[in-house]
Nanobody
């Protein structure tokens, strides 16, 4: 069992940056593939970014590629989502997720076992 706690959301203007963090409990964080998803009002939850166990490999949704950077610090049990050049359409609740079985990049929402409570990101235009 792992608990995930997101932080770093807020209200910013278009073009600004934010860094989200997701802290995980437990001593086996390095064995979890991690991902970020987001859900805007009235829309389904969608994939944003994923990272493998070591952090050497990442994968991004086309809508955020080149603007968002996902990293992890296994010593601190934390993943970070650096979001630059934010746009109004990035407004959503952002969730981090952990997959306890995968030694690879995981993009499918149904494959993740654990979810955080979410953090709101609002970008004003």
């Amino acid at each position: 069992q792992v608990q995930l706690v997101e932080a770093g959301g807020g209200l910013v203007q278009a073009g600004d940056s934010l860094r989200l963090s997701c802290a995980a409990s437990g001593r086996t964080f390095s064995s979890y593939a991690m991902g970020w998803f987001r859900q805007a009002p009235g829309k389904e939850r969608e994939f944003v970014a994923a990272i493998d166990l070591s952090g050497a490999n990442t994968y991004y949704a086309e809508s955020v590629k080149g603007r968002f950077t996902l990293s992890r610090d296994n010593a601190k049990n934390t993943v970070y989502l650096q979001m630059n050049s934010l746009k109004a359409e990035d407004t959503a609740v952002y969730y981090c997720a952990a997959d306890r079985r995968a030694n690879r990049i995981v993009t499918a929402i149904y494959e993740y076992d654990y979810w955080g409570q979410g953090t709101q990101v609002t970008v004003s235009s």
